[in-house]
């Protein structure tokens, strides 16, 4: 029996990491689990449950096979461990925070993976990047324009017709609680991490 993959995106600042974190027990008690990413953001600015690397180690693990996915965006590399395919192959589910720009290619790997847009408008993305502190002005602006491009009809992400019903929204400008509520629903109704 095989697990199935599902990959969250969002924009930078739609609150990935937060659903995660306040999902993580719950998706624990029903048998799904999230991948660690590894990043090549500085120790300090890691900032969620990921580990920082330098780019030469990056690129030194990714030529050694040591990711499922791996990608570049906002000037940073990320990778998903390898490890995730033993746990799917044991018949777990597994969530990964992804990229929307990615989403294709995972899909070449993964044909059956799940996936979900976490959403949330503009200004309340300024807001909430602002506030986190994490990135500079100039960084935040880079990272809202790419997440307008995105949103292109000609960007081939999230929203492309021939997705099908293994692709979700969900909507993150609420409290955290709800949209918690509204992801584990939203995981039955596909019947994952059943
Ligand atoms: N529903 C929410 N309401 C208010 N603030 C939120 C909500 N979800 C996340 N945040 C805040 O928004 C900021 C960005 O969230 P984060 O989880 O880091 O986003 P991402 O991982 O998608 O970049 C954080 O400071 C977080 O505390
Ligand atoms: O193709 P995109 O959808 O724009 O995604 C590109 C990357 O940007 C986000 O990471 P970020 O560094 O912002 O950290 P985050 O996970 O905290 O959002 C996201 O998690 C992706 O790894």
Redesign the pocket.
């Known amino acids: 029996m095989s697990g199935r993959l599902i990959y969250l995106m ?10 995660l974190n306040a999902a993580r027990e719950r998706l624990a008690e029903r048998g799904c689990l999230i991948a660690r990413r590894v990043i090549t953001r500085s120790a300090e600015a890691v ?2 449950d990921a580990i920082g690397v330098s780019p030469a180690e990056f690129d030194q693990q990714e030529a050694a096979g040591a990711f499922a996915l791996s990608w570049r965006a906002n000037g940073l590399a990320y990778g998903i461990p390898r490890q995730i395919d033993d746990w799917l192959a044991a018949g777990q589910d597994v969530l990964v ?1 992804g990229s929307r720009g990615y989403l294709l290619k995972a899909r070449e790997r993964y044909p059956e993976l799940l996936a979900i847009l ?1 959403q949330v408008d503009e200004a309340a993305l300024r807001q ?2 602002h ?2 502190g ?1 990135e500079s002005a100039e960084q935040i602006e880079a990272r809202l324009a790419r997440s307008r491009e995105l949103q292109l009809p000609s960007a081939s992400v999230a929203g492309d017709s021939d997705e099908g019903e293994s692709q979700y929204l969900l909507n ?5 609680d709800q ?1 918690v509520t509204q992801l584990l629903q939203l995981l039955s109704d596909a019947r994952a991490c059943a």
């Open positions: 969002g924009p930078s600042g739609s609150g990935k990491d937060s659903l900032g969620e925070n976490l909430r990047l506030a986190r994490r993150n400008s609420g409290p955290l949209t």
